[in-house]
Nanobody, 116 residues
């Protein structure tokens, strides 16, 4: 069974870069047809897709976040990394790592608060 675990700082200061890591176990991030997404949910709001990295290494980003978002991978560690630059309070949310052919697998999510 594929399992995903997000990790990273829970508190980030405004204007800094948020960096999160998703460690995947029980399967390879290079599995053909699998996509690894970052999705976030601000308190009281809906889910927002931020972007993903494909099994091939290709990346796709939400147009609204593309200028600030970078998703990369480390195949030797089976990890996916999210970087979001120039954060503001509006980036405060629970961040989820989601993967599979059709978002089959979800991490538990990690709360990130942007505050000085």
């Amino acid at each position: 069974q594929v399992q995903l675990q997000e990790s990273g700082p829970g508190l980030v200061k405004p204007s800094q870069t948020l960096s999160l890591t998703c460690t995947v176990s029980g399967g390879s991030i290079t599995t053909n047809g699998y996509y690894w997404n970052w999705i976030r949910q601000p308190t009281g709001k809906g889910l927002e897709w931020m972007g993903n990295i494909a099994y091939s290494g290709s990346t796709y980003y939400s147009p609204s976040l593309k200028s600030r978002t970078s998703i990369s991978r480390d195949t030797s560690k089976n990890q996916i990394t999210l970087e979001l630059s120039s954060v503001t309070r509006e980036d405060t949310a629970v961040y989820y790592c989601v993967g599979g052919r059709a978002r089959d697998y979800w991490g538990q999510g990690t709360q990130v608060t942007v505050s000085s």
